[in-house]
């Protein structure tokens, strides 16, 4: 695979994972072509069990980058692939996401379909720098409606006949859309904070009132500093592009501070909003971008004369700043 390639691995066992791995990372090798293994411990003991000392001339990636924010690792990725293309290399990508470790069982969603939104949006954002990339999933570790997301968001698939293009992949932005289409799950009935931003000079209340908050439950500064912004960021995107007064709530649940801004405009998001830098798409706005980057997990919804944006920022991930 010497260009561009997005196919899911999806494996049930370890010995679909040896026939279906190893004769692409043998064909790298005998080319001397650049990979960059991102997996796991098990998987990684089978690639070296399987080529011994050649395994060293595969390059080892740190797994700990998907215990980023989800934002941080969607970037991570991006610039990396940017940097090889820059070089003038073609390095096939290996990944193993696990979406699991570090995470508190407390948090309150499904971070592993959120994750899939941004496996939707490679498709565009990594296919200009000609990189193959394989996703590693297991079905016995992961549920079946994640399995199936897999097989949507990606445009390849390895299978037991080699790589062949997947007649089930949807579009990013049709995909996207679609997941914008969820209703968000109602908020607590009382929350910790309920504030109306009616203008852009309620915006400093709104900004000092989160602070306290955050600051409240051992939030450090600089983690403070991201919620801050974030939150700041989609009211200010409410007052321009929606109708004001946009309602910010905020609330915990575990260890993750939630927050919400809804206005009344009812305009629909457009789907690949906030997945492209500003520099990269000059029509994109940064407010919807930066909430990606800072918030682990962002959420939208539109509905009748309602479009709400939510943010998760769980204690353990939001304090781990990107390698």
């Known amino acids: 695979m010497t260009g561009f390639r997005h196919a899911a691995l999806i494996v049930d066992s370890d ?9 692409a990372l043998r064909e790298n090798l005998d080319r001397n072509a650049p990979v960059l293994m991102v997996v796991g411990a098990d998987t990684q003991r089978m690639v070296r069990a399987e080529f011994g000392t050649s395994s060293d001339r595969l390059e080892w990636g740190d797994t700990s980058a998907y215990n980023q924010r989800l934002g941080f690792v969607y970037s991570g990725f991006r610039s990396y692939l940017e940097a090889q293309h820059a070089a003038g290399r073609r390095v096939h990508v290996v990944a193993e996401p696990d979406l699991s470790v570090g995470v508190s069982r407390d948090i309150p969603f499904d971070r592993a379909a959120a994750y899939m939104s941004f496996e939707a949006m490679c498709n565009s954002a990594y296919a200009d720098f000609g990189c193959p990339i394989t996703c590693i999933y297991d079905s016995r570790r992961q549920p079946e409606q994640i399995i199936e997301n897999v097989r949507t968001v990606h445009n390849h698939e390895v299978t037991s006949d080699g790589d062949v293009v997947n007649d089930r992949h ?15 799950p109602a908020p607590p009935r009382l929350t910790d904070l309920d504030l109306p931003v009616r203008r852009a000079g309620d915006l400093g209340d709104l900004a000092r009132a989160v602070a306290s908050w955050a600051g409240s439950r051992e939030f450090t500064d600089l983690a403070i500093d991201d919620v801050v912004i974030a939150v700041v960021e989609i009211a200010t995107n409410g007052l321009v592009h929606g109708m004001p007064p946009v309602r910010v709530r905020a609330w915990w649940q ?20 906030g997945y492209l830098a500003p520099g990269t798409d000059p029509a994109a706005g940064r407010g919807l ?23 998760h920022f769980p204690h353990e991930v939001t304090h781990r700043n990107p390698a």
């Open 289 to 311: 971008w930066l909430a990606r980057q800072l918030a682990d997990v962002v959420s939208v919804h539109t509905g009748p004369g309602l479009t709400s944006v939510r943010l």
């Open 170 to 184: 949807v579009p990013p932005a049709e995909f996207l859309a679609a997941r914008n289409g969820v209703p968000l």
């Open 254 to 273: 575990g260890d993750t501070l939630v927050a919400q801004a809804d206005d009344a405009g009812g305009r629909p998001l457009p789907a690949l909003a």
């Open 15 to 23: 010995e679909s994972l040896r026939h279906r791995l190893m004769p």
